[in-house]
């Protein structure tokens, strides 16, 4: 997994739901082509710990965080 702007080779073109998970994003992206959806789902952005002895610890909260919610999402989507 990496960081990436939505329209890399790697991701789909089309028929997707752009989940837009940090302020700036949902600012910056107002329309996502090819997106059926999109969503803002904003995190506090672990950023302000990076170069400090917790910046592993809070990247590590905030991904557990977006991935344990987000797996709720598709379980809801896919029933």
Do not use: H
């Not at 752009?18 to 302020?23: D, G, K, N, Q, R």
């Not at 672990?46 to 917790?54: F, H, N, S, V, Y």
């Amino acid at each position: 997994c990496w960081s990436k702007v939505y329209d890399d080779p790697a991701n789909p073109q089309t028929g997707f739901c752009a989940v837009m998970t940090c302020s700036e994003a949902d600012a910056n992206c107002p329309i996502v082509r090819g997106a059926l959806d999109r969503v803002s789902l904003p995190y506090v952005d672990p950023k302000e710990a990076d170069d400090t002895p917790e910046e592993a610890a809070r990247y590590d909260e905030r991904c557990l965080q977006i991935a344990t919610e987000l797996w709720y999402v598709m379980q809801q989507a896919a029933r």
